[in-house]
Nanobody, 126 residues
Framework: QVQLVESGGGLVQAGGSLRLSCAASGRTFSGCAMGWFRRAPGKEREFVAAISVSGGGTSYADYVKGRFTIARDNAKKTVYLLMNSLKPEDTAVYYC???????????????????WGQGTQVTVSS
């Protein structure tokens, strides 16, 4: 079992930055790949970024590549999403998720992930 709690969301102006954190509890965090997803109003939940167990492998959606960075600290059982150059279209509820399956590639599908946090709201004003 993995319990996930996101924090760090808020209101920011376009061009600004935010750092989201996801604190995990449970024994299996260090054995999970971790991902960030988001859901904008009226849209489906979509992939943002993922990171491997060791942190050495990462994957990003094209619409955040070069602006967002995912990182993890296994000792603190925490995964981060650093978001720079934020745009109004980044406005969404952001969720972290844990993937128990350890394959050769990081997965990007909503249904691939086993545990989810409750989400944190990010609002970017123009």
């Amino acid at each position: 079992q993995v319990q996930l709690v996101e924090s760090g969301g808020g209101l920011v102006q376009a061009g600004g930055s935010l750092r989201l954190s996801c604190a995990a509890s449970g024994r299996t965090f260090s054995g999970c790949a971790m991902g960030w997803f988001r859901r904008a109003p009226g849209k489906e939940r979509e992939f943002v970024a993922a990171i491997s167990v060791s942190g050495g492998g990462t994957s990003y959606a094209d619409y955040v590549k070069g602006r967002f960075t995912i990182a993890r600290d296994n000792a603190k059982k925490t995964v981060y999403l650093l978001m720079n150059s934020l745009k109004p279209e980044d406005t969404a509820v952001y969720y972290c998720a844990a993937d128990l399956f350890l394959g050769s590639r990081l997965r990007v599908g909503v249904s691939d992930y086993d545990y989810w946090g409750q989400g944190t709201q990010v609002t970017v004003s123009s």
